[in-house]
């Protein structure tokens, strides 16, 4: 056990593949895409809006479809069952994903020109990380607008959690949320990164490098 774990260090220390760095300088470019994309689309059906209303979120803000206008409807209708005003002000706390995924950019590239595998696991770690935070934290803010309802609302309404993935019935509404261009953008970035560190993690070390050290 112990030789195995000093032959995977001195791994990390290993060069990554040249095709492994431009890859990962490619992967930059749906990243940065990205950063201008809509992330997540929630869209709401009921008989008195036959063509739905949309919500948009973004890495910095939330938008309404229509060129804005179903945001102040959406909010209009949350103000009948409780639910807190939906401000774009209030989401100012995810002007943090643009500047991480800058950030997770540029280290990419970094790796992508003189990273070695030990770069290569890091940069992997911190993207599952950014990942799973940014996801936890929409799903922990749609948590409190369902939970938080001011009692004293014309419509009494049970706590409810608004769909993250699929579509639920809520109320007279058929609510669907889903994914967009940004977070499958992303995705890919997550996947290039993520696969070639598993490879290289697995891949058999190189014969001038055994026994080195």
Do not use: C
């Not at 992330?39 to 973004?58: D, I, K």
């Not at 959406?74 to 639910?83: E, Q, R």
């Not at 922990?140 to 001011?150: C, F, P, R, S, V």
């Amino acid at each position: 056990m112990t030789g195995w774990l000093s032959g995977f260090y001195r791994h990390l220390a290993d060069p990554i593949v040249p095709w492994t760095r431009v890859a990962l300088a490619l992967a930059v470019v749906p990243l940065a895409l990205a950063a201008t994309q809509k992330l997540w689309t929630l869209h709401f059906m009921a008989p008195q809006y036959p063509n739905g209303l949309n919500l948009y979120v973004y890495p910095h803000t939330i938008k309404g479809g229509n060129g804005g206008i179903d945001l102040p409807e959406i909010n209009t209708l949350n103000h009948y069952v409780g639910m807190r005003k939906l401000d774009p002000a209030d989401f100012a706390d995810l002007d943090f994903i643009p500047f991480a995924m800058g950030a997770l950019g540029l280290l990419a590239l970094r790796v992508a020109v003189i990273g070695d595998v030990r770069a290569l696991l890091d940069l992997a770690v911190l993207t599952g990380y950014f990942g799973v935070f940014a996801l936890g934290r929409f799903v922990y803010m749609l948590y409190n607008y369902g939970h938080n309802l001011d009692p004293r609302a014309p419509i009494r309404m049970d706590a409810f959690m608004p769909p993250i993935l699929g579509t639920k019935q809520m109320g007279n509404f058929v609510v669907s949320s889903w994914p967009a261009a940004g977070t499958w953008l992303m995705t890919a970035f997550a996947a290039v990164v993520m696969g070639f560190a598993i490879w290289h993690t697995l891949r058999p070390r190189r014969p001038d490098r055994v026994g080195a050290h």
